[in-house]
């Protein structure tokens, strides 16, 4: 199976402008959530989806948003860019086996730069 | 809250050395525990995991123990090669849940 794609790969971004990420998960995952990862709060929960609603929201401002489609595809969505947004965003997905449901795999992440 | 705690890095070694990072964790329930690794320019990889106290997850030849009297569950490794040489996340979740981290430990294993 292919694995969790995020395009695009690098975006560099000036300040107050907003940005649109995208991710497509591990074929038949249905859960997708994101992280943000930087050199100074290291990995950070952003939010999760299932079947298209969110099941789970970390400790973001509402500048970040995200939503989810009917093919499990998810995007995310940060408004008004600050400095302080540069970071690597990962997307995750994880399957619905039992006993396995509890793993997350990672894609190569987007690295955002913003000027 | 939840939290995880790793030891400071980074960590070198020389090849074929032995390899301990240490983890401890802060949960309320029953966490599943993780260890993710980080290839510089890739996103995370899972590389084990264990369920419940005293399961060992195993994989590539890293190894560890869920131990709940300790709340620990420590990587290690008999004999590193240089292709081990990344970034090694401890985490937790609660119910499949979001995945809380570890500050990460970068590891350096030289010829």
């Known amino acids: 199976k292919a694995g969790v794609t995020q395009t695009p790969r690098y975006l560099i971004k000036t300040r107050g402008q907003q940005v649109t990420l995208s991710c497509s998960p591990i074929?038949?995952?249905?859960?997708v959530s994101w992280y943000q990862q930087t050199p100074g709060q290291g990995l950070q929960f952003l939010f999760e989806?299932?079947?298209?609603?969110?099941?789970n929201k970390g400790n973001f401002p509402g500048r970040f948003s995200g939503r989810q489609f009917s093919n499990s595809r998810s995007e995310m969505n940060v408004s008004t860019l600050e400095l302080g947004d540069s970071a690597l965003y990962l997307c995750?997905?994880?399957?619905?086996?039992?006993?396995?449901?509890?793993?997350?795999?990672f894609g190569p992440g987007t690295r955002l730069t913003v000027t | 809250g939840n939290s995880v705690t790793q030891m400071e890095g980074p960590v070198t070694l020389s090849e074929e050395a032995f390899l301990t990072i240490n983890c401890t964790y802060t949960a309320t329930g029953y966490p599943s525990l993780f260890w993710y690794v980080q290839y510089p320019g890739e996103g995370l990889q899972l590389l084990l995991k264990?369920?419940?106290?005293?399961d060992k997850g195993s994989n590539k030849g890293f190894e560890a123990t869920y131990r709940k009297e300790t709340t620990s569950f420590h990587l290690e490794k008999g004999s590193v090669q240089v292709s081990d040489s990344a970034v090694y996340f401890c985490?937790?979740?609660?119910?499949?849940?979001?995945?809380?981290f570890g500050e990460g430990t970068q590891l350096t294993v030289n010829p």
């Open positions: 985490a937790l979740s609660l119910r499949g849940s979001r995945l809380t």
């Open positions: 995750a997905s994880r399957p619905a086996d039992r006993g396995r449901d509890d793993e997350q795999y």
């Open positions: 989806y299932f079947s298209e609603t969110q099941r």
């Open positions: 074929s038949g995952h249905r859960s």
């Open positions: 264990a369920t419940k106290a005293d």
